[in-house]
T-cell receptor, first 109, second 118 residues
């Protein structure tokens, strides 16, 4: 199977919280990342978390890491229409980034 | 900080011609740059890892003679698609790692180059 797995779609209403989930396989990954990709654009680094942390909060973004279950999540509070994009989680393996398939977040007004 | 640019942003070429894509780190020196390819509605596929002053390391299944990579300086890497064919049409994205900082080897991505081969 895939090294990193994400659900493909998530739809929320504007103002609600969005939670995007990711599972990874390499327990030796030092850092885990969340990237955002808008249509026709490159990837924008949203946030990252060091593997010895359980949680990291940055304004509207909260990252939770469950290292035992190799589960990573990204919570976006007060989701806005501008948050509509594809979100990729990524683990590091051998100096390379291994991406999930991406979760397409659709925010409805 | 950590801005990466790509040029051109899009290119249309005839089958059989070669196309060069530039990737630049604008405000930092990047010892390592990566080249990815992305098909519509899919994730990024790593093509090769480029280290300044040395030969690129290609991923399995990527033809090194087809996709020439040159990393001549700490701020510039180029990808040349030689003898392009319609199946080479894709979105090509580069990234660069900043060698210092608290985020390990975080990769910063360029805006991508869309290639269409007719």
């Amino acid at each position: 199977g895939e090294d990193v797995e994400q659900s493909l779609f998530l739809s929320v209403r504007e103002g609600d919280s969005s939670v995007i989930n990711c599972t990874y396989t390499d327990s030796s990954s030092t850092y885990l990342y969340w990237y955002k990709q808008e249509p026709g654009a490159g990837l924008q680094l949203l946030t990252y978390i060091f593997s010895n942390m359980d949680m990291k909060q940055d304004q509207r973004l909260t990252v939770l890491l469950n290292k035992k279950d190799k589960h990573l999540s990204l919570r976006i509070a007060d989701t806005q229409t501008g948050d509509s994009a594809i979100y990729f989680c990524a683990e590091t393996k051998g100096g390379k980034l291994i991406f999930g398939q991406g979760t397409e977040l659709s925010v409805k007004p | 900080g950590a801005v990466v640019s790509q040029h051109p942003s899009w290119v249309i070429c005839k089958s059989g011609t070669s196309v060069k894509i530039e990737c630049r780190s604008l405000d930092f020196q990047a010892t390592t740059m990566f080249w990815y390819r992305q098909f519509p509605k899919q994730s990024l596929m790593l093509m090769a890892t480029s280290n300044e002053g040395s030969k690129a390391t290609y991923e399995q299944g990527v033809e090194k003679d087809k996709f020439l990579i040159n990393h001549a300086s700490l701020t510039l890497s180029t990808l040349t698609v030689t003898s392009a064919h319609p199946e080479d049409s894709s979105f090509y994205i580069c990234s660069a790692t900043e060698p210092t900082g608290n985020s390990g080897e975080t990769q910063y991505f360029g805006p991508g180059t869309r290639l269409l081969v007719l």
